[in-house]
C-alpha cells in the first residue's frame, strides 16, 4: 500500500508539471499564432494604406495632366486655324518635335516670345505619366445622322456609305443595311426605316433589348446595332467619333483622306486628288489650311468622284471645338487612365458675348472691363464626358495592335 500512495504522490507531481507545461506551450503556440495573425493584419494595412495612397497619387496626377491639357487647349493663341502643328497637338507627343535641345523639358512660352524659342516640348518629370490631345473633328461624327433635316440628314447617309465604301466593308446593299439600322436606332421615334430595325426586333432576341432612340454616347455602343460585327466597328473607329452634337463639321487640317473623300456627294472613284492637297500639311511652310482654302479642299474633293459632283455642302472648317484629352499614370503595377471628351467654346462666342456686354456697357472703361469679365467668366474648356480606367493596359494595347493592322 505505501509504496503504491508514494508512486501515485510522485505520478500526481509530474502530472500536475505535464499539464503546465502543456498549459505553457499551448500559451506559446497561442501566442505566435496571435502574433502571426498580427503581424499579416499588418502586412495587409500597410499594403492597403500603400495601395490607397498610389492611387490617390495616381488620381492626383492625373487631374493635373487634365488641367495641364486643358489649359493648353485654352492658350491656343491662333483661333483662326486649329491643326497638328500647334501646342495642343504637340503636347505629349514630343517626338514629333525636332528639337536641338536635349533636355526634353517642357515650357509653356508666353505667345509673344514663341516666335524665336521652340514650341512645347514635355517631359513631365515623373516617370509613366503621359497625355495627349486629339482633335476629334478630323473624324465623321454618327450622330449627325440623327439630324432633323432631310437634306442635312441625307447628306450624311452619303457620307458614311462613302466611308465603308473606302473601308471596304461589306457590299453596296450590307453598307445601306448598317446605315439605316444605325440611323433608326438613334431617331428617337420607335417606326422602322425601310430596312431598319427597332426596339420590336431586339426586344425578340434571345436576349432581349431596346433601341436607344437618342444619340450615340460611345462608339462601344455600336455592338448592340444589328450588323455591326467588332472587324467593322474595328474598321470604323480610326476615322468616326461620336459628338453630342447632330451638325458637327470636319476640320480639313486634322482630317484623313478617307473622311475628306467621303464628304463626295457621288461614289468615289480614287482618292489621289484629295490625298494630294492634303498632303500640302507635311509641306515645311505649313501653318495649317485657312478659312479661304476650303474652296481647293472642295476641288479636291469633286476630284474624287466620276460624276464630279460638289461635295456635301456645309461640311467643312479649318477649325476645332470637341477634342480628346488622354492620360495616363503608372505607378509602380498601378496603372490609371481617363480619356475626357471636351468641347473648347469657339472664340466667335467669346466675342459675341463680349460685344454684347460692351454694347450694353455704354462708356469705353466699363465696355473694357465687362470684355475682361465676359472673358474671363466664359469657361471656355469644358469636360462633357470622363471615363476612368485602371485597365488601361489592355485597352490601349488593343488599340495599338488595332493601329498596327491598319498600317498593314
Ligand atoms: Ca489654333
Ligand atoms: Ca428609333
Known amino acids: 500500500m505505501m509504496p503504491r500512495r508514494k508512486v501515485s504522490r510522485w505520478s500526481n507531481s509530474q502530472r500536475q508539471s505535464g499539464v503546465v507545461l502543456i498549459i505553457v506551450v499551448l500559451a506559446i503556440a497561442l501566442m505566435a499564432t496571435l502574433m502571426a495573425v498580427m503581424v499579416e493584419d499588418q502586412h495587409l494595412f500597410v499594403r492597403k494604406v500603400t495601395n490607397q495612397r498610389t492611387a490617390e497619387q495616381s488620381f492626383q496626377l492625373a487631374e493635373g495632366m487634365n488641367a495641364w491639357a486643358a489649359r493648353v487647349l485654352r492658350d491656343d493663341d491662333n483661333p483662326a486655324v486649329d491643326y497638328e502643328g500647334e501646342d495642343w497637338y504637340l503636347f505629349g507627343r514630343p517626338e514629333l518635335l525636332e528639337s536641338e535641345d536635349d533636355d526634353g523639358s517642357f515650357s509653356l512660352t508666353p505667345s509673344s516670345q514663341k516666335e524665336e524659342e521652340e514650341p512645347a516640348?514635355?517631359?513631365?518629370?515623373?516617370?509613366?505619366?503621359?497625355?495627349t490631345i486629339s482633335d476629334l473633328q478630323g473624324k465623321f461624327n454618327l450622330n449627325n445622322l440623327a439630324n432633323a433635316n432631310q437634306q442635312f440628314a441625307s447628306g450624311q447617309r452619303r457620307i458614311l456609305q462613302n466611308l465603308m465604301e473606302l473601308l471596304e466593308i461589306g457590299e453596296f446593299d450590307e453598307r445601306s443595311q448598317l446605315v439605316e439600322n444605325l440611323i433608326d436606332w438613334i431617331d428617337e421615334n420607335n417606326t422602322s426605316r425601310s430596312i431598319g430595325l427597332e426596339s420590336g426586333d431586339y426586344r425578340?432576341?434571345?436576349?432581349?433589348?431596346?433601341?436607344?432612340?437618342?444619340?450615340?454616347t460611345s462608339l462601344g455602343e455600336l455592338r448592340f446595332i444589328d450588323g455591326f460585327n467588332d472587324e467593322i466597328i474595328r474598321k470604323l473607329k480610326p476615322y468616326v467619333t461620336v459628338l453630342p452634337v447632330d451638325n458637327a463639321r470636319i476640320n480639313i487640317n486634322t482630317t484623313s483622306t478617307e473622311v475628306l473623300s467621303s464628304l463626295s456627294a457621288a461614289t468615289i472613284a480614287d482618292t489621289a486628288s484629295v490625298d494630294a492637297f492634303l498632303g500640302r500639311r507635311m509641306l515645311d511652310e505649313f501653318m495649317g489650311f485657312q478659312q479661304a482654302q476650303i474652296n481647293e479642299a472642295g476641288n479636291a474633293v469633286i476630284g474624287v468622284s466620276v460624276a464630279r459632283q460638289p461635295p456635301i455642302p456645309d461640311m467643312m472648317q479649318v477649325t476645332s471645338q470637341y477634342f480628346e484629352i488622354q492620360t495616363r499614370v503608372e505607378l509602380g503595377d498601378f496603372s490609371y487612365c481617363t480619356k475626357s471628351l471636351v468641347l473648347r467654346a469657339g472664340r466667335a462666342v467669346q466675342a459675341n458675348a463680349a460685344a454684347q456686354s460692351q454694347s450694353a456697357g455704354g462708356a469705353s472703361q466699363a465696355s473694357g472691363q465687362a470684355q475682361a469679365q465676359a472673358a474671363s467668366d466664359a469657361p471656355p474648356i469644358s469636360v462633357l464626358n470622363r471615363e476612368h480606367s485602371s485597365f488601361c493596359e489592355e485597352a490601349n494595347s488593343q488599340l495599338e495592335s488595332e493601329s498596327d493592322e491598319d498600317n498593314s
Do not use: C, E, M, N
Open 121 to 131: 516640348t514635355i517631359d513631365f518629370g515623373i516617370d509613366g505619366v503621359s497625355g
Open 204 to 216: 425578340s432576341r434571345d436576349l432581349p433589348y431596346q433601341a436607344a432612340d437618342q444619340k450615340l
